[in-house]
């Protein structure tokens, strides 16, 4: 009988990581034999973890915090997403003892908006911050259709330098100084917030909706609170708002196809579980 599957997500620090949560609830309601633990792996060991993973009976791993960008010059392959991105999440072992790094980061921020009833027409979405996370979302976005995006960020050598990277002939992305991203908010269909501002222990998120559009959509792909404060100022302005729990569940869903033979479904038992409403 072959021995249970077993991953883990690595990261420094992963006391905070939700996954063993998120993928232990799944072992679980499909019955499968195996196990998903949480390893603090330190940058300097990452490639000795990383190449031991068969001989220590892995099957692969996630990768969060701040192993995503170093991973692409650890692993034997990259997909063409993660390729895109300049970051991994998931590390499997092929049959040949060969690392594959992924990225399933801009498969979970499109699965969250399409579940949550947003219906991508092209036009224009505003993407504040650019961080790890911002990378992701705006191969996303260009993914999706949009053809322009807007970006911000308090840094704006970073945002400059996304824009030049990850803009396409199709999908122009320009630049919006930080202090004046509130008030050139006119045509924008999304609103994307992917800065920890406004995140539990952070500072807030200091930012009008003003000028935005009724119609448009507002997602915050912070999860911690649930309802963040901008995600709350949409609501008061009956704007459609997608809070980011829903990010980290899809995009765990093709690393448990990966490692369990399994695409399993995000249902709202499932939500609560990972959130914390339920035991």
Known sequence: MPSPSKAAVLGYPIGHSLSPRLHGFWLHYYGIAGSYEAREVEPQALSAFLRGLQDNGFIGVNLTVPHKVAACGIVDSLDPTAQRIGAVNLVTVDEQGKLLGRNTDSYGFTQNLLTAGFKPKGGTAFVLGAGGACRAVLVALSDMGFTDIRLANRTAEHAEELAQELSTPHCKISTVAWIKA???????????????????????????????????FVTDIVYSPLETDLLRQAKQRCHQTIDGLGMLLHQARPAFEAFFGRDPQVTQELRNFVAGTTK
């Open 182 to 216: 509130a008030h050139v908010l006119s045509g924008a269909d999304l609103l994307v917030n992917t800065t920890s501002l406004g995140m539990t222990g952070k500072p807030p998120l200091d930012f009008s909706l003003a000028e935005l559009p009724t119609e448009a």
